[in-house]
């Protein structure tokens, strides 16, 4: 799961999918990264902990850690947020870019749409709940999609 700061919507999208992936048993690794360096260490942001604990799930123990050219060859299927972290992995990834693998997280539910989900970044809760429920969905879709 690819965002950019891995702050706030990648860290969700690594909590949910784990979640369900130990509900349905299934022994995927989940993890998740930014394409930017700037919160390298850090926990999750406050919100995205508080949004995620109000809906079961506890991401309170990531860490905050940078996309790296390797991600590309350890993970079978790469979910990014927006179009700018699928540019910005492609960049990275340079010659082992593969586009097979890597894709909008949306796409799962809406194919071929190209939505993105919103950075909340600058918002208030009520985004970071808006972006958990859009999270939630097209991770069902995954385990749906992928198991
Ligand atoms: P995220 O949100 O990509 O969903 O983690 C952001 C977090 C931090 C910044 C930008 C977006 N930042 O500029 O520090």
Redesign the pocket.
């Known amino acids: 799961m690819v965002?950019?700061?891995?702050?706030?919507?990648?860290?969700l999208a690594e909590g949910i999918l784990q979640h369900k992936v130990n509900e349905a048993g299934l022994d995927w690794v989940i993890d998740s990264a930014?394409t930017?360096g700037?919160?390298i260490g850090e926990q999750p942001?406050k919100l995205s902990q508080k949004v995620a604990l109000h809906n079961g799930v506890d991401i309170c123990n990531q860490k905050c850690r940078q996309f790296t050219k390797e991600d590309i060859k350890m993970f079978d299927r790469i979910f990014v947020?927006d179009l700018d972290?699928l540019n910005e992995v492609k960049r990275i990834t340079k010659d082992a870019w593969n586009e097979k693998k890597v894709s909008l997280i949306l796409n799962e539910l809406y194919p071929g749409k190209n939505r993105e989900v919103p950075?909340?970044?600058y918002g208030t809760e009520k985004d970071y709940h808006i972006v958990f429920e859009m999270l939630e969905k097209a991770c069902d879709k995954i385990i749906e999609n992928y198991r």
């Not at 965002?3 to 860290?11: A, D, F, K, M, V």
């Open positions: 965002c950019l700061g891995n702050i706030c919507r990648s860290p930014g930017g700037y919160h942001h947020m972290n950075d909340p970044w």
